[in-house]
């Protein structure tokens, strides 16, 4: 993400969530979660807005990240570039998806981190999933399943909500809601180990005076345990616990969840409380 104070961006996602700053070299700020390199980097940015740079996914091999390019191509998408963004992995390829977002398929990032390490918060697991909003979501469901080789999890009876996951199994690595207007990274999450994790985190904000934007809750879709809170660029960061693992895809058919109560409808809640009015913003637009 683009920052136009990137070295404060990271110390406020380090001193709230815990997860640790990897490297700073000069404006670029890398954070990670575990062995990786990095899950989360900040640059500086032109303005004083914050922007989504790109949304990163790890293929499994360099034949798979040439395969994303070949179908790239030939679905007409625009690459925007064949050279990693980052120099922790080696291959990458990084186009505009359908309705807007920036995405970059990309190798293994480098695994040279020690799982322990200090903090102020939690040790999170991952980086969990990412959501997206954008415009059309018939065409970023064709573009998640058919380019990218995802597979549907669940979706709401109206299709504008879908989880997709990718081979670990995780019920979702990359969720969507269909808005209309510019696409925007609505959130991102992280797993984390245990209900006590959660209320560390929120106990971070309280010092700060700051609180949650939505939860604690259960989503419907997923199964996990959530709280949000907004970072000082309006993004919006999920922390959870519990996330559904779907162990046979062979075996597994996807949900159809009932929306007719919109945001009050159990896919979001099972817990009842709808989401609030901070927790329904936008999120940051994606750079153009």
Same mark, same amino acid.
């Given at each position: 993400?683009?920052?136009?104070?990137?070295? !404060?961006?990271?110390? &406020?996602?380090?001193?709230?969530?815990?997860?640790r700053?990897?490297?700073?070299?000069?404006d670029?700020?890398?954070?990670?979660?575990?062995?990786?390199? /990095?899950?989360?980097?900040?640059?500086?940015?032109?303005?004083?807005?914050?922007?989504?740079?790109?949304?990163?996914?790890?293929?499994?091999?360099?034949? !798979?990240? &040439?395969?994303? !390019?070949r179908?790239?191509?030939?679905?007409?998408l625009?690459? #925007?570039?064949?050279?990693?963004?980052s120099?922790?992995?080696?291959?990458?390829?990084?186009?505009?998806?359908?309705?807007?977002?920036i995405? $970059?398929?990309?190798?293994?990032?480098?695994?040279?981190?020690? #799982?322990?390490y200090?903090g102020h918060?939690?040790?999170?697991?991952?980086?969990?999933?990412?959501n997206?909003?954008?415009?059309?979501?018939?065409?970023?469901?064709?573009f998640? $399943?058919?380019?990218?080789? #995802?597979?549907?999890?669940?979706?709401? !009876?109206?299709? +504008?909500?879908?989880?997709?996951?990718?081979?670990?199994?995780?019920? /979702?690595?990359?969720?969507?809601?269909?808005?209309?207007?510019p696409?925007?990274? /609505? /959130?991102?999450?992280?797993?984390l180990?245990?209900m006590?994790?959660?209320?560390?985190?929120?106990?971070?904000?309280?010092?700060?005076?700051?609180?949650?934007?939505?939860?604690?809750?259960?989503?419907?879709?997923?199964?996990?345990?959530?709280?949000?809170?907004? &970072?000082?660029?309006?993004c919006?960061?999920?922390?959870?616990?519990?996330?559904?693992?779907? &162990?046979?895809?062979? +075996?597994? $058919?996807?949900?159809?969840?009932?929306?007719?109560l919109?945001?009050?409808?159990?896919?979001?809640?099972?817990?009842?409380?709808?989401?609030?009015?901070?927790?329904?913003?936008?999120?940051?637009?994606?750079t153009?």
């Open positions: 993400m683009s920052s136009p104070d990137p070295v !404060a961006a990271a110390k &406020d996602l380090a001193e709230i969530s815990g997860v700053i990897t490297e700073q070299t000069g670029t700020v890398h954070l990670s979660t575990n062995a990786r390199h /990095h899950e989360v980097t900040y640059v500086k940015g032109e303005g004083n807005e914050g922007k989504v740079v790109l949304i990163g996914l790890e293929a499994v091999s360099p034949d !798979a990240v &040439d395969e994303v !390019a179908r790239v191509k030939s679905d007409g625009t690459i #925007l570039s064949d050279r990693p963004f120099r922790y992995y080696e291959k990458a390829v990084r186009f505009v998806a359908p309705g807007g977002p995405f $970059e398929v990309h190798t293994p990032v480098k695994r040279d981190q020690p #799982l322990a200090g918060g939690p040790r999170q697991r991952r980086l969990e999933h990412v997206t909003f954008v415009p059309d979501a018939a065409a970023f469901g064709d998640c $399943e058919k380019l990218l080789g #995802l597979r549907l999890s669940d979706q709401t !009876a109206d299709g +504008n909500f879908r989880w997709y996951r990718a081979q670990d199994g995780f019920h /979702h690595t990359l969720a969507m809601g269909a808005v209309p207007g696409s925007h990274m /609505h /959130h991102y999450a992280f797993d180990h245990a006590q994790d959660l209320v560390l985190i929120a106990d971070n904000l309280n010092t700060k005076g700051r609180a949650l934007a939505w939860g604690p809750g259960r989503h419907g879709a997923g199964g996990n345990i959530f709280t949000y809170y907004a &970072d000082p660029l309006g919006i960061v999920e922390n959870s616990v519990e996330m559904d693992r779907i &162990d046979s895809d062979a +075996n597994y $058919e996807a949900r159809i969840w009932d929306n007719s919109g945001l009050a409808s159990p896919w979001i809640n099972l817990w009842g409380a709808p989401p609030t009015p901070t927790f329904t913003v936008p999120g940051i637009a994606f153009e």
